[in-house]
């Protein structure tokens, strides 16, 4: 039996907070970027086979990862009124030097507004920033919030360089000035040898990126010393959020772990904001109870590859929520965190 897609009111926007973009012009200055050598982050970051699978389905969905138009009518089919869009960067785009890296960065956001201008009332766009060069980044970030873009997205670390270190303190001060949301996706896993079979790199080495990514954040003190940072985690936050319980445990236990902070990791789980690209509706009020029903937002990874195809229903049909919460996940949350 298939179950019927969940259909939108018009009380308020349905925002899927989680959708991807490929733009051609984008890739082609990337690929010039020649990388070599086995350090971690610089090897191919999927198997042969999945590169050929992950191909395929970007032949076919060729149009929606690259044109405005030939969205609407998914988003229409399941009731999504907005779209926030962005592009991960190929990997190369980080080993460049700071001038390419920021000519990279700059060809997608001016594509990413060209994309959002075509149908400003349905997408949300997030730029990019060439986060190995600080001085450039910083130039970015306010470029990117000149033309319009209501964010950034970033990888989970930078040449295996987690994202809580000191080099990136002026990424984090100056999105914090600029009050623009960071959206944190990975690109595979780092250390992926291990992973490289039955597609781990991605359904177990992606959340454990994330979750790398949120403890590196927690433990560094960056929350802590830039306490208006809106930070958004995909994949509904990785594995912290629902074994948290072992992070605090060591906490109370381990000197090294309270260097840089003063509360247990859990009591920051409700700093970040999180989607809800999970797959499964028991997860969703653990997330709910864990970070609170005002961090949570509808994604649905589209337009390829592992897609929430029913994401309004995914929120509806999942229990223990309340009719408010709901409608927080499935838009409110958004609206507040984009202004729309």
């Known amino acids: 039996m298939v179950r019927k897609i969940a259909r939108r009111s018009r009380s308020y926007p349905k925002i899927d907070v989680h959708t991807h973009v490929a733009l051609p012009e984008v ?4 690929s010039k970027v020649k990388i070599r050598g086995k350090e971690p982050g610089k090897q191919h970051w999927v198997p042969s086979a999945s590169r050929q699978e992950h191909g395929r389905q970007s032949s076919s969905a060729s149009a929606t990862l690259s044109k405005p138009k030939p969205r609407l009518k998914d988003m229409d089919r399941m009731g999504v009124d907005m779209q926030v869009i962005s592009m ?4 190369p785009s980080y080993w460049a030097d700071g001038a390419t890296g920021q000519q990279i960065a700059r060809q997608c956001n001016d594509s990413i507004a ?14 990019a920033v ?7 980044t910083v130039k970015e970030l306010e470029y990117l919030a000149k033309i319009g873009l209501k964010g950034v997205a970033i990888p989970s670390h930078v040449r295996a360089k ?13 999105a914090e000035e600029l009050n623009l949301p960071i959206y944190i996706h990975p690109r595979g896993f780092t250390h992926d040898q291990r992973l490289h079979e039955f597609f781990l790199w991605n359904s177990v080495g992606q959340p454990l990126e994330e979750t790398l990514a949120m403890t590196s954040i927690i433990y560094e003190g960056i929350l802590d010393d830039f306490p208006k940072l809106k930070i958004i985690i995909a994949h509904g936050g990785g594995y912290l959020p629902y074994y948290a319980g072992r992070t605090d445990k060591a906490y109370e236990s381990r000197p090294e772990t309270r260097k840089n902070i003063a509360s ?7 700093r970040f904001f999180y989607d809800t690209v999970i797959f499964d509706r028991d997860m969703l009020p653990l997330l709910v109870k864990k970070a609170g029903d005002r961090q949570i937002m509808m994604g649905t990874d589209y337009p390829r590859g592992e897609i929430e195809e029913d994401p309004i229903g995914f929120v509806r049909r999942s229990k223990d929520l309340s009719p408010l ?7 409110l949350n958004a609206a507040k965190l984009f202004n729309i």
């Open 88 to 91: 991960n960067l190929p990997t």
């Open 162 to 174: 987690d994202l809580g270190i000191p080099k990136f303190r002026n990424f984090w001060a100056k």
């Open 130 to 136: 060439p986060l190995q060069d600080q001085s450039r």
């Open 264 to 270: 247990r990791p859990s009591d920051y789980l409700s």
């Open 114 to 127: 060209e994309f959002v201008a075509a149908y400003p009332e349905r997408y949300i766009g997030l730029g």
């Open 27 to 30: 890739l082609a200055l990337a």
């Open 325 to 331: 919460s709901k409608d927080r996940i499935i838009g």
